[in-house]
């Protein structure tokens, strides 16, 4: 597989992580931090060798942009998005739970904003025909998001007790970090070598950083 064009990574890693920052302990970049990044890119490419491309591959602008975010943008990382909003709206709804009871308003109101993203995953995101065009490495990614919505479904469904909302919460976002982290190593390892050393560059320059913050 062709490696994505430096832009295109950072664009589908930033879709992903505007939904998922509020529930990940670990510091990872914001979208503004992303793209930041990519400016600095294009300016590097430009100064650096103007017309070649990171990739090394001549550009097919619009044809490879629109499957990009049509199909790997529709369907893995928009899934962990999902999930992502899903394991935040839990999580407070935890906090709401204990204080209130499971059966409180603000519970049952976070606990129907999670079904609604859980169907916009299986009936938008991952229905049949964008699975059937995902690569090979990411339809196992695909299966496990379907999984486990179903499985948070049937079990918010069943308007469960305190201890069973928080096992809930609990295998979402272990799940959601889980296939999240296996797209992101899956991706990096189909860029090309230029492109990965560009990404680590500035995950060490991010790193630096945070410690001299």
């Not at 709206?89 to 606990?111: C, P, T, W, Y």
């Amino acid at each position: 597989m062709a490696g994505i064009d430096i832009q295109s990574f950072f664009d589908l890693l930033a879709y992903g992580i505007t939904k998922q920052k509020s529930t990940i302990s670990e510091h990872i970049p914001t979208v503004a931090d992303l793209e930041a990044d990519v400016e600095k890119l294009r300016t590097s490419e430009n100064s650096g060798s103007p017309g070649k491309s990171l990739s090394q591959e001549p550009s097919a602008p619009s044809t490879t942009r629109e499957k990009a975010t049509g199909i790997a943008t529709g369907c893995i990382p928009c899934s962990i998005g999902h999930l992502g909003t899903c394991s935040g709206l839990l999580n407070e709804a935890m906090r709401f739970a204990r204080k209130d009871g499971v059966q409180s308003d603000e519970v049952i109101k976070r606990v129907n904003m999670c079904l609604d993203e859980l169907n916009a995953l299986e009936r938008v995101d991952l229905r049949p025909e964008m699975i059937h065009d995902l690569p090979d490495w990411e339809k196992p990614m695909a299966e496990k998001a379907l999984d486990l919505s179903r499985s948070l479904r049937h079990d918010l469904e069943q308007v469960p007790d305190l201890s069973m909302l928080e096992g809930i919460s609990a295998k979402t976002q272990t799940t959601r970090n889980e296939i999240g982290k296996s797209w992101f190593k899956e991706r990096f390892t189909r860029m090309t070598p230029e492109q990965q050393r560009l990404v680590e560059d500035k995950l060490r320059e991010k790193a630096v950083a945070q410690k001299e913050g």
